[in-house]
């Protein structure tokens, strides 16, 4: 099986709707090949999310993506795995890869979670 085709399992914070609207916005755009990934909602999971090595407190405010080898990715490598998947956004995760752009971007993108995290949104 090639590995585009290989299941992930991506870990996302159901009761945030940002998260729900960034789920809906990549299955729309992955089309077919989002068959090959799974959403799993991590609202009350906790115990779950330690069997598989994941702090829930991380869970909420990094993206971990689970691979078919088991192996748990988080963070900037986490949504560079999930957006090379779909052709359209491949471009887009080969930018956020870069040296100069990935940690710029992990430093937004935390402020925004602390952000939301705080105000209960």
Do not use: N
Not at 7 to 25: E, H, N, Q, T
Not at 29 to 55: F, M, N
Request: charged letters at 35%.
């Amino acid at each position: 099986m090639e590995r585009s085709r290989d299941k992930l399992v991506v870990f996302y914070d159901g009761s945030c709707p940002a998260c729900i609207k960034d789920r809906r916005w990549y299955e729309k755009l992955a089309g077919r090949t989002g068959d090959s990934v799974e959403w799993l909602d991590i609202t009350g999971r906790d115990d779950e999310l330690r069997q598989q090595g994941i702090d829930p407190d991380k869970a909420l405010r990094e993206l971990h993506v689970k691979d078919s080898q088991g192996r748990v990715h988080r963070e900037m490598d986490a949504y560079i795995l999930l957006m090379s998947r779909v052709p359209v956004l491949k471009p887009l995760a080969w930018l956020i890869g870069l040296p100069l752009i990935r940690p710029l971007l992990a430093r937004l993108y935390h402020r925004w979670v602390d952000r939301r995290l705080s105000t209960g949104s």
